[in-house]
Structure formats: C-alpha cells, structure tokens
C-alpha cells in the first residue's frame, strides 16, 4: 500500500520570505501522481501544484513549485514570497496511475506571520 | 454549476442514531468518493465509486454504507453513528478520463456523543 508522509505538523514563514514543505511517499508502482492541496479555514480543498511521475520537470504554478526527486520519493513544496492569504493546512497526495483514490499525508499547518 | 454540494454542513448524533450524509455533483462525474479527516491523519478513503450503481470500500469503510443509484448522488449512510465516527467528511468527484483534478464539497462536520 502507498503512504504518504509529511514530517512537518506546523510551519511559519515571515510575509514576502520562500518556504519548503516536506513530503515523501512509498510505492513500487512507476505510474502516479502527486499533488499538494490547501486547506484554508474555510475548509474547502483547493488543489495548488499536480507532477506526474513522468515528467522530469517540476511543476510551477506562479509562487507555488515544486522540487520532485524521483528516486528518493520526495515531493516538496516551495511558497515563494509568501502572502497571509498562503495561511493554510497544506496536503501531499499520492494517487495511481491506475485509480481515481487519492491517499493523503497528514498534512502541515502553515503561518505566515506578517 | 454548483460543482460538489454536501448536506448539512454542521450534524450532531447521539450513539447509535442513524443518518445520511448527502453529496451531489451536476459535473457529470462518473468518479465520486467520499472521505474523513481527524486531526493529525489527512483525508482518509471510506468508499468511492466508479459509476452509478458500482460502489467499492476505501481504506476504512466499517461503520458505513454508500450506493450509488445516479450519476449526480452519492449519499453516505451511518447506521449506528458511534463516537469514533465524530469527524469531518469529504465528498469529491471526477471525470473517469480525468488525470488530475478532483472536486471536493464544502465538508460537513459530524459530532457523535
């Protein structure tokens, strides 16, 4: 079975500073997926970053990016000039090539502290 | 579209009542799941379904039963709520062909005393 691990429960950045989250998974399969979701007060999930496990450029989406190391199972986050609006519990998800499941870590609760 | 709708948002049980958690998408969605979160352990899988009328247990399914008789609902049933099940539950939803994105609903916060 996957796992996916986040090692870091809490976080704080200072406004407009870069941030790394952490995240590793486990599996012996060669085709996933894996994606970071934000979770705002609000609850609402919002998928912010996806990288495909074939693809040996890491994803970019404006401040948010991506550093994927393959061999070592490794997916983190990178929040660059981070804004009070990044405040949020952030998750790594893993999903299969083969299935629409996704399995989560245990995510991490970012502060941005103006 | 409203996307992925989930009624109520807000429920308190007492042990052993019974309820229906009800999730709806107007997407089209074959794909539709449904999750719960506690504190410290993510989003974890209670059951999902590939198209109306398949239905398929997640990774912690006990205590739940779900069906799937249209494309647009998919409700999860509590038949003895018990204290454990006190959390925050997830609906989501996708296109069968769809690589990445899944929709989630608002959540609805469950507490079972």
């Known amino acids: 079975a996957q796992t996916v691990t986040q090692s870091q429960p809490e976080m704080s950045v200072q406004e407009a500073e870069t941030v790394t989250l952490s995240c590793t998974y486990d599996?012996?399969?060669?085709?996933?997926?894996l994606f970071w979701y934000k979770q705002p007060p609000s609850r609402q999930m919002i998928l912010v970053i996806r990288?495909?496990?074939?693809?040996?450029q890491n994803a970019t989406e404006n401040r948010f990016s991506v550093n994927f190391q393959k061999a070592a199972k490794s997916f983190s986050l990178k929040i660059s000039d981070s804004q009070l609006g990044d405040a949020a519990m952030y998750f790594c998800?893993?999903?299969?090539?083969?299935?629409?499941?996704?399995?989560f870590g245990s995510g991490t609760q970012l502060t941005v502290l103006p | 579209n409203a996307g992925v709708t989930q009624t109520p948002k807000f429920q308190v049980l007492k042990t052993g009542q019974s309820m229906t958690l009800q999730c709806a998408q107007d997407m089209n969605h074959e794909y539709m799941s449904w999750y719960r979160q506690d504190p410290g352990m993510g989003l974890r899988l209670i059951h999902y379904?590939?198209?109306?009328?398949?239905?398929d247990q997640g990774e912690v399914p006990n205590g739940y039963n779900v069906s799937r008789s249209t494309t647009e609902d998919f409700p999860l049933r509590l038949l003895s709520a018990a204290p454990s099940q006190t959390s925050v539950y997830f609906c989501?939803?996708?296109?069968?062909?769809?690589?990445?994105?899944?929709?989630f609903g608002p959540g609805t916060r469950l507490t079972v005393t």
């Open positions: 599996t012996s399969e060669s085709d996933y997926y």
């Open positions: 989501a939803s996708s296109l069968r062909d769809s690589l990445y994105e899944q929709y």
């Open positions: 990288q495909e496990a074939y693809k040996q």
């Open positions: 998800a893993y999903r299969s090539g083969s299935a629409r499941q996704l399995t």
């Open positions: 379904s590939v198209g109306a009328g398949i239905t």
